[in-house]
Each structure stands twice: as structure tokens, then as C-alpha cells.
T-cell receptor, first 110, second 115 residues
């Protein structure tokens, strides 16, 4: 079973701080890594994705990959209360299917 | 452009019954994936269809099946429902083309409750 593991949280950070979310994956051959955000009662929405060849920054969000240790991180700078949600890490191995972690709940306190 | 739509949004069934859920992808999207989301197991991949062909299948029993029509709309069917099938069923569509290759857009989901 190829697994994606995330700490369920909740991770609580004050407004304006950096939130750091991590996930580990077991399939060493994975090539694509995704971060989704899911608000309570809503469906997941894609924040960003990276390939195995590099990190990516998009506005307040930065996704980083550590292939040697097989973990992916998402940094959220200047966290806002509106960032409070569950963050899902997903990994694509062979084929198109995404293997999701169970998500980390983030709470940004004013 | 309209998003992914799923019908019905809510469904209550009893054990042993069967159910059919429908998903209409974003116009022009030819790939449709189905996921089951439960509090205990999280989001789990069921299957993916592209141009009416099932290309990938997750680790679910044969009671779970699906199909895709020529207009890319997709249905999934669950037969002989069990209590453990209670979940949010999400459909996601993608173009699988160019810069949008990796983007899967999720529908609002169908909340299935099995009594």
C-alpha cells in the first residue's frame, strides 16, 4: 500500500505567522506532489503542485520537496484567518490517480 | 464556465439497496475521477475514466463500478450497499492537456447515508 501520511493537527498559528505543513510518502517513484485546501463542508481545491525536480512559490504559498527523506512541505506566509481549513497532501505515482493523505487541520487565530 | 456538477447532492439509502451517482465535468474536460471521502480513511481514489475508458482503478470491491458516456458525463454505481459505504463521494474532472494537465477540479460531492 503506497501511503501518504500527514499529522492530523490541529495546527494552530497566530495571524501573520508562518504555517508549516508536512507530509511523508512511501512511494519512492512518485513524481508529482499536490496540496489541496478543503474548507469545512466544501470540496477540495488545488493550491499548488510541484514535480520532483523543484520547489515552487506562488504568492504566500511555497511548496518544497525533500526527495531523500520523502516528504513534502507547504509553507503559508502571513497566515490569515481565512487560511483556516484542512490541507490535503496528494502524491501521484504511476498512472493518473492521486493518493491523498488524511489532511492537516490548520487554525489561524486572530 | 460552469464547474463540475454532481447529482444528487444528498442521498439516503438502506442496506442492500443500490445507488447511482452522476457527475458532469467542466465543458471540454475528458477525464473524470471518483473519490470516496470518510472521516476515518480520508480521500480514497475509486476510479478514473478518460474517453469512456476506465484507465485507473483503486482498491475497492467490485460493488463499486462506473462508466463514462460520450459527452464525458460519468456515473458511479454502488450495489448491495453496506453501512460503511456512507461517505462523501467526490468527482473531479481534468483536461489532461497542456499546462492544465495536473489540475483536477472537484465537484461539490454527493453525501450518501446508508441506514
Amino acid at each position: 500500500q503506497k501511503e501518504v501520511e500527514q499529522n492530523s493537527g490541529p495546527l494552530s498559528v497566530p495571524e501573520g505567522a508562518i504555517a508549516s505543513l508536512n507530509c511523508t510518502y512511501s512511494d519512492r517513484g512518485s513524481q508529482s506532489f499536490f496540496w489541496y485546501r478543503q474548507y469545512s463542508g466544501k470540496s477540495p481545491e488545488l493550491i499548488m503542485f510541484i514535480y520532483s525536480n523543484g520547489d515552487k512559490e506562488d504568492g504566500r504559498f511555497t511548496a518544497q520537496l525533500n526527495k531523500a527523506s520523502q516528504y513534502v512541505s507547504l509553507l503559508i506566509r502571513d497566515s490569515q484567518p481565512s487560511d483556516s481549513a484542512t490541507y490535503l497532501c496528494a502524491v501521484r505515482g504511476s498512472g493518473y490517480a492521486l493518493n491523498f493523505g488524511k489532511g492537516t487541520s490548520l487554525l489561524v487565530t486572530p | 464556465k460552469a464547474g463540475v456538477t454532481q447529482t444528487p447532492r444528498y442521498l439516503i439509502k438502506t442496506r442492500g439497496q443500490q445507488v447511482t451517482l452522476s457527475c458532469s465535468p467542466i465543458s471540454g474536460h475528458r477525464s473524470v475521477s471518483w473519490y470516496q471521502q470518510t472521516p476515518g480513511q480520508g480521500l480514497q481514489f475509486l476510479f478514473e475514466y478518460f474517453s469512456e475508458t476506465q484507465r485507473n482503478k483503486g482498491n475497492f470491491p467490485g460493488r463499486f463500478s462506473g462508466r463514462q458516456f460520450s459527452n464525458s458525463r460519468s456515473e458511479m454505481n454502488v450495489s448491495t450497499l453496506e453501512l460503511g459505504d456512507s461517505a462523501l463521494y467526490l468527482c473531479a474532472s481534468s483536461t489532461l492537456q497542456g499546462r492544465s494537465y495536473n489540475e483536477q477540479f472537484f465537484g461539490p460531492g454527493t453525501r450518501l447515508t446508508v441506514l
